[in-house]
């Protein structure tokens, strides 16, 4: 009989225990859930709120946190996405990038912005319209350059020309000295610099001497009367190249009979530089060589001669 009476007050001490502590958790629920998070969202539904029903506006404290976490987050996996995409450029490529990635960010932060809007229960829809007129715009106005802008990443992308690069464009020979998002800068052979516009890139042929290695082929034409030793001269014009500063030993230079020319025989010498840049300088020193070697060995270079036949008319009495 004791030990039932004691099993009984066991028991009853466990309930009440229990009882207790359920009443301890419901009352930390309670002052969690009404009190703490009740005073949060207090906090967050403080602000401007306007209207009733489907027509309510409301900008309120979360509103406008809420904001404040979408830029830092999407500002955040742009920075993470640039990174994964330039991880293997070098820093002048990842450099160019960067304005790139700040236009993206820009349009991403105004998309962020008309969402949030949207969520407040404002009607986007007026300003996504003249938003969407503005750009058909805009897209109008500034279409070459978009087309620029556009070209700039095409080059930056597939690296279609680098910084160094020998290119011919309107028939102007420059070396790049930069490249931007939207134009592209060259120096002249006569040191003057030209701006172009990355769109020419993608929409015109360009010539680009050194896109592949920096060795080129350049070549010096000349004619010498019919009659003349043609294997004189060309043992005559190999010479002219040899030992011409910038002329490169191998590959060798080499001679072609180009063609039978009205009043000469019309010969080629063809030689390789490694800078193609001031190739007009080497093609000068090597016609005044020529020049010098076909007077020593009495080898004329021919002018153009016209036979002019004069027919005197006759008239009748």
Do not use: C
């Not at 503005?134 to 556009?150: K, M, N, S, T």
């Amino acid at each position: 009989m004791a030990k039932k009476l004691v099993i009984k007050r066991s028991l009853n001490g466990l309930n009440t225990k229990t009882e207790m502590q359920e009443d301890v958790t419901d009352k930390i629920t309670h002052v969690v859930k009404d009190d703490i998070w009740g005073a949060i969202k207090d906090f967050l539904n403080l602000g401007f709120h306007y209207g009733e029903g489907d027509k309510r506006i409301a900008i309120t404290v979360g509103l406008l946190l809420l904001v404040v976490l979408s830029f830092i987050i999407a500002g955040f996996l742009l920075k993470w996405i640039r990174v994964l995409f330039t991880r293997n450029m070098d820093t002048t490529d990842k450099n160019k990038f960067v304005s790139v990635f700040k236009f993206i960010k820009y349009i991403t932060y105004i998309v962020v912005v008309f969402i949030v809007l949207s969520l407040a229960g404002i009607n986007v829809t007026p300003f996504l319209a003249a938003s969407a007129a503005l750009l058909v715009g805009l897209g109008l106005a500034l279409q070459e350059l978009f087309q620029d802008i556009i070209g700039g990443i095409f080059i930056i992308l597939d690296k279609s020309l680098l910084v160094g690069d020998i290119v011919e464009i309107n028939g102007k020979v420059g070396r790049v000295i930069e490249i931007k998002l939207r134009t592209t800068r060259a120096i002249t052979r006569d040191d003057k610099i030209v701006i172009i516009p990355n769109h020419k890139f993608i929409t015109e042929v360009i010539f680009n001497y050194t896109q592949n290695h920096k060795i080129t082929r350049e070549n010096v034409n000349v004619g010498v009367a019919y009659g003349s030793d043609t294997t004189l001269v060309k043992e005559l014009l190999l010479q002219s190249v040899d030992n011409q500063k910038g002329v490169l030993k191998n590959p060798k230079p080499f001679v072609i009979f180009e063609d039978f020319g009205d009043s000469s025989l019309n010969f080629g010498i063809y030689f390789f530089i490694n800078n193609s840049f001031i190739d007009p300088g080497i093609k000068s020193d090597i016609r005044f060589k020529i020049d010098a070697l076909f007077r020593e060995n009495n080898i004329s270079i021919p002018f153009p001669q016209r036979d002019v036949h004069l027919f005197q008319a006759t008239h009748k009495p």
